[in-house]
């Protein structure tokens, strides 16, 4: 048997916190304070952002404290958007555990192996493809901190064709294991701005601001709406999530797990979070549960 992968922490100083004390007190303030909203009977699934703390973790922090209000599960599946690794097909951490300035925590492998044995060539078992995302590793110190006894499963999702059939193939698993596992999608949604992302069709200002939210709503309207299998063409066309590919799976995985519709925690910008001068370059941000 060969040694377990361990998965040491990449974007720690960089993406959240390096330091426990320092990570702690960020999650702390993340966390929201106020009554909870409308939510499901059951969260089976849920969308969070992926950006720096500082701008994202909040919203992302909503998520995690939803699903907590209603108990502990002993497992998240983290559907990962995918922004350096090249190959074509999705990929599942499948052993080992992650480390993260809060300590480790171990990958659900009984459930790994479900879903490699499920997703029948579907999926492949990479540990090396998840070592330089930073989408599923900022989510793991919430985990942490609010759920300490869960395991994680972490799968690669590319915005391609077999996107959300690895999320009905993931939902599948999760229903024939009888255990309380959570799966939770990560994507940020529109990209906006001339300097850094060299897309600015509405210019600067209100008049980008305003035309981003309507195209986020466009993705948004879809997500609530389950509609899995319209999620890479329209975020393919109107640049509105980077993690298409996550998005159609846990939506999928979703329905799958008999989710009816999905529930808008919050919505925001960067720009909102922390603005500086007029609205120039920006991304949007969505907490959503199902």
Not at 7 to 30: K, L, N, W
Not at 46 to 68: K, M, N, T
Not at 74 to 101: K, Q
Not at 252 to 265: F, N, W
């Amino acid at each position: 048997m060969s040694e377990l992968p361990v998965r040491q922490p990449a974007f720690a100083g960089q993406f959240y916190p390096g330091d426990h004390t320092s990570c702690v007190r960020m999650i702390e303030q993340c966390l929201p304070t106020g009554p909870s909203p409308d939510l499901p009977e059951k969260i089976v699934a849920g969308l969070v952002p992926h950006a720096g703390w500082v701008f994202s973790g909040p919203v992302a922090a909503r998520v995690f404290a939803a699903i907590h209000t209603q108990g502990a599960p002993e497992t998240f599946v983290l559907l990962s958007a995918v922004h350096r690794w090249s190959a074509s097909r999705p990929a599942i951490y499948a052993r080992g555990r992650w480390v993260t300035p809060l300590g480790e925590i171990e990958v659900d492998e009984e459930l790994a192996a479900a879903v490699l044995e499920a997703g029948d060539g579907l999926l492949v078992s990479s540990s090396e493809a998840h070592s330089g995302e930073h989408s599923a590793e900022v989510q793991v110190p919430f985990i942490q901190y609010l759920f300490p006894e869960a395991k994680i499963l972490s799968i690669l999702i590319p915005p391609g064709e077999d996107a959300a059939r690895t999320g009905e193939v993931m939902g599948q698993a999760v229903s024939a294991a009888q255990r309380p596992i959570v799966v939770v999608g990560t994507t940020d949604l529109t990209h906006y701005g001339s300097t850094y992302y060299g897309f600015a069709p509405a210019g600067t200002g209100e008049q980008a601001l305003e035309w981003v939210r309507a195209n986020d709503e466009r993705v948004i309207d879809l997500i609530l709406g389950l509609r899995a299998e319209e999620i890479i063409a329209e975020t393919a066309t109107h640049r509105n999530a980077c993690g298409g590919g996550a998005v159609a799976g846990t939506i999928a995985a979703a329905r799958t797990l008999g989710a009816e519709k999905g529930y808008l925690l919050e919505y925001t910008t960067s720009h909102h979070v922390m603005p500086r001068g007029p609205a120039t370059d920006f991304v949007g941000y969505a907490a959503i549960v199902f």
